[in-house]
């Protein structure tokens, strides 16, 4: 065993916490920058590149907005023979992700028999009893003060969405508090429906 | 008991097509093993692909060829549908300037949105998409044309202020040589970089489009290359 590495283990095993070797001294130590750990990050440096990551595939561009199109949408082409996703829709909020995400989970939080999956990049699915996916919510920032929400619902969920997303959790969304900006009309944003090859006449 | 007999009728009715179909010139079925070896699709794929074509084509008028009015019908199941962006996609099908889509125009086009049709196809036909003016680059004027068009088509409302401001962020980001333009180039560093951009430019129905529409039973002749 070197020196370098008695030193080392010595440092570690520390039985006095304050003068135990911290982790940033730990980078520091001869011993350990000669062996293969030169490289390691440790996760505080990770953790706050991986979020900026997520921020930025967030974030939309005008051709993330064009391709909202269902004109550059194919897909219903090949309708009427297979029935996926059912109808969605779209809407321009001045909200937060964080804020809308939160309002959906209250929402949901104070029904029964529903469970809220988060997903990464701002998504929560809404599932039932059975697991089934009921709602699926997707949030992406478009300027520093909005957002778009595309909701979709699975088809033969039509009952449990209406109820839910409908009455429920769109009324919290869209209802505003009082002190918002009033004369910029975007903030009530339209929907679109959005349809994926099912023939709902 | 009355399924079965619904499926006889059925049955019957697309035994009688067939035979029907015959008078007509199957275009582009001739021969379909030379269009599957110039497209992602394989034999089989290109005859279930002329089922839907079939399908699509007869809707207006039964000609064996697709019109504006019938890839409208498609698309959206209305032909009262404007869409700026569905006119770009049949223009950039018509490869013949015709304003008529026949299959091999057809299957040429929708090998691109195969998931397996390499990426550079489903950039270039991404960039000539966006190239309204089709002048080899894509203008400022231009995204702000689509980006309105398309809050018109879906009623999302946004002021002029914030769509300027994101298209210069949008430029800020894709015009790297600074120039006010997207030319090529520049477009597939933008793609490469975010992906999503391309998610229109793949169909996952196409992977499962000889369990779809099902023609092997029928016509096939050929065995799978």
């Given at each position: 065993?070197?020196?370098?590495?008695?030193?080392?283990?010595?440092?570690?095993?520390?039985?006095?916490?304050?003068?135990r070797?911290?982790?940033?001294e730990i980078?520091?130590?001869?011993?350990?920058?000669?062996?293969p750990?030169?490289?390691m990050?440790?996760?505080?440096?990770?953790?706050?590149?991986?979020?900026?990551?997520?921020?930025?595939m967030?974030?939309?561009?005008?051709?993330?907005?064009i391709?909202?199109s269902?004109?550059l949408?194919?897909?219903?082409?090949?309708d009427?023979?297979?029935c996926?996703?059912?109808?969605?829709?779209?809407?321009?909020?001045?909200?937060?992700?964080?804020?809308?995400?939160?309002?959906?989970e209250?929402v949901?939080?104070k029904?029964?028999?529903?469970?809220?999956?988060?997903r990464?990049?701002?998504?929560?699915?809404?599932?039932?009893?059975?697991?089934?996916?009921?709602?699926?919510?997707?949030?992406?920032?478009?300027?520093d003060?909005?957002?778009?929400?595309?909701?979709?619902r699975?088809?033969?969920?039509?009952g449990?969405?209406?109820?839910?997303?409908?009455?429920?959790?769109?009324?919290?969304?869209?209802g505003?508090?009082?002190?918002?900006?009033?004369?910029?009309?975007?903030?009530?944003?339209?929907?679109?429906?959005?349809?994926?090859?099912?023939n709902?006449? | 008991m009355?399924q079965?007999l619904?499926?006889?009728?059925?049955?019957?009715?697309?035994?009688?097509?067939?035979?029907?179909?015959d008078?007509?010139?199957p275009?582009g079925?001739?021969?379909?093993?030379?269009?599957?070896?110039?497209?992602?699709?394989?034999?089989s794929?290109?005859?279930?692909l002329?089922?839907?074509?079939?399908?699509?084509?007869?809707?207006?008028?039964?000609d064996?060829?697709?019109?504006?009015?019938?890839?409208?019908?498609?698309?959206?199941?209305?032909?009262?549908?404007?869409?700026?962006?569905?006119?770009r996609?049949?223009?950039l099908?018509?490869?013949?300037?015709?304003?008529?889509?026949?299959?091999?125009?057809?299957?040429?086009?929708l090998?691109?949105?195969?998931?397996?049709?390499?990426?550079?196809?489903?950039?270039d036909?991404?960039?000539?998409?966006?190239?309204?003016?089709?002048?080899?680059?894509?203008?400022?004027?231009?995204v702000?044309?689509?980006?309105?068009?398309?809050?018109?088509?879906?009623?999302?409302?946004?002021?002029d202020?914030?769509?300027?401001?994101?298209?210069?962020?949008?430029?800020?980001?894709?015009?790297?040589?600074?120039?006010g333009?997207?030319?090529?180039?520049?477009?597939?560093?933008?793609?490469?970089?975010?992906?999503?951009?391309?998610?229109?430019?793949?169909?996952?129905y196409?992977?499962?489009?000889?369990?779809?529409?099902?023609?092997?039973?029928?016509?096939?002749?050929?065995?799978?290359?």
């Amino acid at each position: 065993m070197s020196s370098d590495l008695k030193r080392f283990l010595s440092r570690l095993l520390d039985t006095n916490p304050d003068t135990r070797i911290t982790v940033d001294e730990i980078t520091r130590d001869p011993w350990f920058r000669k062996g293969p750990y030169k490289e390691m990050r440790f996760y505080d440096e990770d953790f706050d590149g991986k979020i900026e990551k997520d921020e930025s595939m967030t974030s939309l561009n005008a051709f993330d907005l064009i391709s909202f199109s269902s004109g550059l949408d194919l897909s219903g082409l090949f309708d009427g023979s297979s029935c996926s996703v059912a109808a969605g829709e779209r809407f321009v909020l001045g909200e937060s992700p964080e804020k809308v995400v939160g309002k959906v989970e209250e929402v949901v939080g104070k029904e029964d028999g529903l469970r809220l999956k988060k997903r990464k990049e701002w998504g929560v699915d809404v599932k039932g009893q059975n697991g089934n996916l009921v709602v699926s919510v997707e949030v992406y920032r478009l300027t520093d003060s909005l957002v778009v929400l595309e909701v979709k619902r699975e088809a033969g969920e039509g009952g449990r969405y209406n109820d839910m997303w409908e009455k429920k959790i769109k009324p919290e969304l869209l209802g505003q508090p009082e002190g918002h900006v009033a004369e910029k009309d975007y903030r009530i944003g339209k929907k679109e429906e959005v349809k994926h090859g099912c023939n709902n006449a | 008991m009355l399924q079965c007999l619904d499926g006889l009728k059925h049955m019957l009715s697309v035994v009688a097509n067939c035979c029907e179909g015959d008078y007509k010139q199957p275009w582009g079925l001739e021969n379909p093993e030379a269009l599957a070896r110039e497209t992602v699709f394989s034999v089989s794929e290109i005859e279930a692909l002329y089922e839907l074509f079939k399908k699509i084509s007869s809707a207006v008028t039964d000609d064996g060829l697709i019109n504006k009015e019938e890839f409208q019908l498609a698309l959206f199941k209305t032909n009262k549908k404007e869409s700026l962006f569905a006119d770009r996609v049949f223009d950039l099908f018509d490869t013949k300037h015709n304003g008529i889509l026949d299959f091999e125009e057809f299957a040429r086009a929708l090998s691109v949105f195969h998931p397996n049709a390499p990426v550079d196809d489903k950039i270039d036909f991404s960039f000539q998409l966006y190239d309204l003016k089709q002048q080899g680059f894509i203008e400022r004027q231009e995204v702000k044309q689509m980006v309105v068009a398309t809050l018109a088509e879906s009623g999302m409302n946004l002021s002029d202020d914030v769509i300027e401001s994101i298209i210069d962020k949008t430029f800020e980001e894709a015009d790297t040589k600074h120039d006010g333009k997207i030319d090529k180039e520049e477009w597939r560093s933008l793609v490469l970089r975010h992906p999503s951009l391309l998610k229109n430019m793949t169909l996952q129905y196409l992977k499962d489009i000889t369990t779809t529409f099902p023609s092997f039973v029928f016509h096939s002749q050929v065995d799978d290359a």
